[in-house]
């Protein structure tokens, strides 16, 4: 059972950055499986951010498209997601999540292998 791990949440001003990390356990390896980010605002649905599949294919939502960059270290077991120019709407508790096949299709998060428990990012105006 893999699990994952969410780090590098914060408070920061709007326009200012995060680097949000997800580390997975051991034994786990990311160049195998679809990864991604999910957040969830307060009095909200939780929502897609951006993935990763095995190839290197990426995608984002719209909102974060420019801003934000999804990556991932092998060695390191880590996926990584860059976020600049933050704005107050970007608030949430963000989550990563663990596909079950190497491409990400569909609504693949909805049959995600593991979920972290979420970091939180805070944005003032």
């Known amino acids: 059972q893999v699990q994952l791990v969410e780090s590098g949440g914060g408070s920061v001003q709007s326009g200012g950055s995060l680097r949000l990390s997800c580390a997975a356990s051991a034994g786990y390896t990311y160049r195998r499986f679809c990864m991604g980010w999910f957040r969830q605002a307060p009095g909200k649905e939780r929502e897609f951010v951006s993935s990763i599949s095995t190839d290197g294919t990426t995608s984002y939502a719209d909102s974060v498209k420019g801003r934000f960059t999804i990556s991932q270290d092998n060695a390191k077991n880590t996926l990584y997601l860059q976020m600049n120019s933050l704005k107050p709407e970007d608030t949430a508790m963000y989550y990563c999540?663990?596909?079950?096949?190497?491409?990400?299709?569909?609504?693949?998060?909805?049959?995600?292998?593991?979920w972290g428990q979420g970091t939180r990012a805070t944005v003032s105006s």
């Open positions: 999540a663990a596909g079950r096949y190497d491409h990400c299709s569909g609504s693949w998060w909805n049959y995600a292998r593991a």
